[in-house]
T-cell receptor, first 114, second 114 residues
Framework: NAGVTQTPKFQVLKTGQSMTLQCAQD?????MSWYRQDPGMGLRLIHY???????DQGEVPNGYNVSRSTTEDFPLRLLSAAPSQTSVYFC?????????????FGPGTRLLVL | DAKTTQPNSMESNEEEPVHLPCNHS???????IHWYRQLPSQGPEYVIH???SNVNNRMASLAIAEDRKSSTLILHRATLRDAAVYYC???????????????FGTGTRLKVLA
């Protein structure tokens, strides 16, 4: 199993550009999430999905869109990049079963917006 | 949303036990207590979780106060590889409403001295 994979590993954008961060998992997990981590801070939940076709907002959803057309993939779209979106982005997946849940995190995407 | 409070940093000598505290005075009855750790330049990794009873696994032990307002992660013999940021997280997944709350705090940076 590859686990949770994220691409790209690093990206530089100019203000106003759009891009999609890719996330895929091969563990057949229903729950997938996107977090951002600013320097010296903990992770903050952007969006999450409880299954294909179902998404919802987390703590900091503004400026980001998500969709979940398959169980495996959960892309995060930046509509119009801003310097405030410079951060490290982590994707995670889990079974969602309350007493057994373990979140598996990807290696992260470092995004710099100039 | 229920929050957690952790010390910013702690130090431990190698081969000695480490007790990492976490306060969560507003925890609800359905919140599981999760601990994750994040090594430098990596995504978080699962350590342990529990609901009411103390828990043990190969990595650590979790001691939960009787009133559930606090918990302690115990590393029985710290090694240099245990140097990381440790996050105490309250996790509530309400399947009946579809909500999914997984709120990270700023964590405790553990330094292990050789």
């Amino acid at each position: 199993n590859a686990g949770v994979t994220q691409t790209p590993k690093f990206q530089v954008l100019k203000t106003g550009q759009s891009m999609t961060l890719q996330c895929a998992q091969d563990m057949n997990h229903e729950y997938m999430s996107w977090y951002r981590q600013d320097p010296g801070m903990g992770l903050r939940l952007i969006h999450y999905s409880v299954g294909a076709g179902i998404t919802d907002q987390g703590e900091v959803p503004n400026g980001y869109n998500v969709s979940r057309s398959t169980t495996e993939d959960f892309p995060l779209r930046l509509l119009s990049a801003a310097p405030s979106q410079t951060s490290v982005y982590f994707c995670a997946s889990s079974t969602g079963l309350a007493d057994q849940e373990t979140q598996y995190f990807g290696p992260g995407t470092r995004l710099l917006v100039l | 949303d229920a929050k957690t409070t952790q010390p910013n940093s702690m130090e431990s000598n190698e081969e000695e036990p480490v007790h990492l505290p976490c306060n969560h005075s507003t925890i609800s009855g359905t919140d599981y207590i999760h601990w994750y750790r994040q090594l430098p330049s990596q995504g978080p990794e699962y350590v342990i979780h529990g609901l009411t009873s103390n828990v043990n696994n190969r990595m650590a032990s979790l001691a939960i106060a009787e009133d559930r307002k606090s918990s302690t992660l115990i590393l029985h013999r710290a090694t240099l590889r245990d140097a990381a940021v440790y996050y105490c997280i309250l996790r509530d997944v309400a399947f009946w409403t579809g909500t999914y709350k997984y709120i990270f705090g700023t964590g405790t940076r553990l330094k292990v001295l050789a």
